[in-house]
């Protein structure tokens, strides 16, 4: 009896669908020309998010797209805001700002890029970010961040931003996070020689899907020499995460939490760490040194170089 009802429904929905087209598809067609759609601002590519304490001239920097369904004509302006983090208040130095208002865009003066969309570079200097926030160089530490956050507003005075934000929007399709954050760091040294931790959770619980929808690669640590390293939590699916180098082994676990480790050896002059990308939005990771510190973790959705904090080291 079943059978027969979603039988008799589909062919009822067809002769309808049918039908519909045939008297002309006017109805529909004013629907879809009526629909409010939103805006998205897509990030190209962040070329810097890190602030060297005591370099003067560090800056975050990312590259945008500007999207709607009138190729970017339907954006009035972005609003630039910052905000500073205090992430080490137990430093008895600043604290957390409100979020202030660095600068409006006018998009009429991006460029058009390869799709025909209006493209821009956005770059604040941390002297802006200082002046925007009311901090100064001493309430600064390693750990700390700037909170970048930008908000479209269109035509008909409707706003967009991570407010508004989906899954979909934030994950690898659009990569439209809207809000971005620049950690303060240390000047690099050499890595601490030794068994590092990672330790590595997915939210989701089916271990991590990084670059592929089936599992991917994992984190990478290139050294100096040209050694790469390997680290990611197993995937029940196809390509499990930390198995495309070399026959690198990924970190069993029970689908939610893996601890994996890595071991730098003595001499070392420099590790470069690598995030693959999160498909998802599900992976969450952090990374301790042999001495114990914490001193780099979750990036965000889009793969790129991980900051490794030199201050908590």
Known sequence: MKLNYKIFTTIALAAIVSISCTEGD????????????????????????????????GFFEVALEVQDQEDGKLVQSIDVFGTFLDNTPDNGKGATSSEALIETLNPASFELGDAGLPVTTYRVELSSLLSTTGVSDADIDGGDEFA??????????????????????????????????????????????GVWT???????????????????????????????????????????AGTFLGGADCTPNDG?????????????????WFFPGDRYGEIGYEILTPNGNVVGGYQGVEAGSILINFCLD
């Open 256 to 272: 939610s939490v893996g601890v994996g480790t890595i071991t730098i050896p003595d001499g070392t002059l420099t590790a470069d």
């Open 26 to 57: 006017k109805t529909f067609d004013d629907i879809v020309d009526a629909e409010q759609r939103g805006a998205v601002l897509r990030t190209i590519n962040v070329n810097s998010n890190e602030l060297p304490i005591g370099v003067s001239d």
């Open 148 to 193: 970048v956050r930008f908000e479209l507003v269109m035509t008909d005075g409707r706003r967009f931003s991570n407010g508004q934000n989906s899954g979909t929007l934030t994950g690898s399709y659009f990569s439209s996070p809207f809000r971005y954050t620049a950690i303060i760091v240390c000047p690099p040294k050499a890595p601490t020689p």
């Open 198 to 240: 990672i330790n590595m959770t997915d939210s989701y619980g089916d271990g991590w899907q990084t670059d592929t929808g089936s599992g991917g690669a994992g984190i990478t640590v290139t050294l100096d020499d040209g050694t790469v390293l390997e680290v990611g939590m197993c995937s029940p699916y196809g390509g499990a």
